[in-house]
């Protein structure tokens, strides 16, 4: 069984910064994809920022230039270092990662979702 725990969300202010943290655990044999999604009140689920096994990055135009996103794969982990926040990056943050099982099954999974307040 697999799981994606994160951890980083909070309220911070315009121009702050947070950094998210999401830690696959479980019978892992590989990792592919990992990155973050969001979905704000009233919104569909949108990409923010993916990064495959090789280290190639894609981000969200709104969130190019100020997020950054990386892994740490001896850790099982990816982040997301948030810099220069805005109002409009309020969201709930979902990890997300395409992961092989030691059994050999290949599946997209989720985290539970950890929110990000920006406001004054």
């Known amino acids: 069984q697999v799981q994606l725990v994160e951890s980083g969300g909070g309220l911070v202010q315009p121009g702050e910064s947070l950094r998210l943290s999401c830690a696959a655990t479980?019978?892992?044999?590989?990792?592919?994809?990992m990155g973050w999604y969001r979905q704000a009140p009233g919104k569909q689920r949108e990409l923010v920022a993916t990064?495959?096994?090789?280290?190639?990055?894609n981000y969200a135009d709104s969130v190019k230039g100020r997020f950054t996103v990386s892994r740490d794969n001896a850790k099982n982990t990816v982040y997301l270092q948030m810099n220069s926040l805005k109002p409009e990056d309020t969201a709930v943050y979902y990890c997300?990662?395409?992961?092989?099982?030691?059994?050999?099954?290949?599946?997209?999974?989720w985290g539970q979702g950890t929110q990000v307040t920006v406001s004054s």
């Open positions: 997300y990662a395409r992961i092989e099982t030691v059994a050999a099954r290949l599946n997209a999974y």
């Open positions: 479980g019978t892992i044999f590989s990792i592919y994809t």
């Open positions: 990064i495959n096994d090789g280290g190639t990055t």
